[in-house]
């Protein structure tokens, strides 16, 4: 075998390609839709409302996947109750419940003996602890995923280009959103073991930017988004095997470098098809 690629001859390097695989599965569906409808900022703040579960869970030595589970849907509940019981616009709602659920997070950790170990699992993940319980746990997730991205496909086209029509078609926008946020929640959570609370973000939404251009419909942009997040993970595992860095920031930073070499592509793309073609003269 080729010494690049010698870490996957180990085992618990060869688990967290795949259960990293299965992560960009869900991302690369979850991502597109979050881009398309302009929802990071949900996405970074569903990842930073899972720490006050996980910091619970943590320090009762409970699992901390489902902390992060029941944390990360009591924060969508808690948006969505704060939106309309407050009167407040979507971002602030957002925005503070964000703050409050951080700050609560990070007041439980602080009060443990292990407050560094489990602050940087928390914020970082740890790919390479993944389990065969874990990678089973990820299938489940790509596969919910997948199928309520294909049932709800038509609603949510018509609910991210115009509420109304959809509305009018029977076809239920806020049930659609309603739909998505739990999508983007079970894609947070499933990606927490992989990059960590703090990195998620970058795992969502830069595969999904990288794979815009080079598409025309939502389905490949998805497939192709799915297949950058399957080599962000393949190259960000290399680089922490072979340069000695974090597991979960490699990969985060492999997909941001897809990202902006898609773009770097695409004005190469525009700068040839804007030159002009050379004049050809005839021989006299």
Same mark, same amino acid.
């Given at each position: ?8 001859? !180990? ?5 967290? $390609? ?5 992560? /960009? ?6 991502? %597109?839709?979050? *881009? ?29 996947? /489902? ?23 979507? +971002? ?6 964000? &703050? ?17 170990? +489990? ?6 993940? +740890?790919?390479?602890? =993944? ?12 596969? =919910?995923?997948?199928? &309520? ?26 049930? !659609?959103?309603? &739909?998505?946020?739990? $999508? *983007? ?26 794979? /815009?251009?080079? %598409?025309?419909?939502?389905? %490949? ?17 290399? !680089? ?16 941001? !470098? ?18 002009? $073609? ?7």
């Amino acid at each position: 075998m080729l010494p690049l690629l010698e870490p996957f001859t !180990a085992d618990f390097v060869l688990r967290a $390609l795949v259960g990293g695989a299965l992560v /960009a599965v869900v991302c690369g569906v979850v991502g %597109t839709w979050v *881009v398309i409808r302009g929802m990071a900022f949900l996405g970074e703040a569903l990842g930073h409302g899972m720490l006050p579960g996980v910091a619970v869970a943590s320090v009762l030595g409970l699992p901390t996947l /489902a902390g992060a589970a029941v944390s990360a849907v009591a924060m969508s509940v808690l948006i969505g109750w704060v939106q309309r019981r407050g009167r407040l616009s979507y +971002d602030t709602s957002i925005g503070l419940l964000f &703050v409050a659920m951080l700050s609560l997070g990070i007041i439980i950790v602080s009060h443990s003996r292990s407050f560094a170990t +489990d602050a940087t699992v928390m914020l970082f993940g +740890d790919i390479l602890a =993944i389990t065969p319980a874990d990678l089973w746990l990820l299938v489940g997730a790509a596969a =919910i995923t997948i199928a &309520v991205a294909a049932g709800f496909h038509r609603r949510f086209v018509a609910a991210a280009f115009d509420q109304r029509i959809a509305a009018t078609l029977h076809l239920r926008p806020h049930l !659609a959103q309603v &739909v998505l946020v739990g $999508l *983007v929640t079970l894609a947070v959570v499933s990606s927490y073991q992989a990059v960590g609370s703090l990195l998620v973000v970058g795992l969502l939404l830069a595969p999904a930017v990288a794979a /815009a251009p080079w %598409t025309s419909s939502i389905a %490949t942009r998805m497939a192709l988004a799915t297949a950058i997040g399957v080599l962000a993970v393949f190259a960000g595992l290399l !680089a922490s095997w072979h340069l000695g860095t974090a597991a979960g920031a490699s990969i985060a930073a492999a997909a941001i !470098a897809l990202a902006a070499l898609s773009g770097i592509g695409v004005r190469m793309v525009d700068v040839v098809r804007r030159a002009p $073609l050379p004049q050809i003269t005839a021989l006299s």
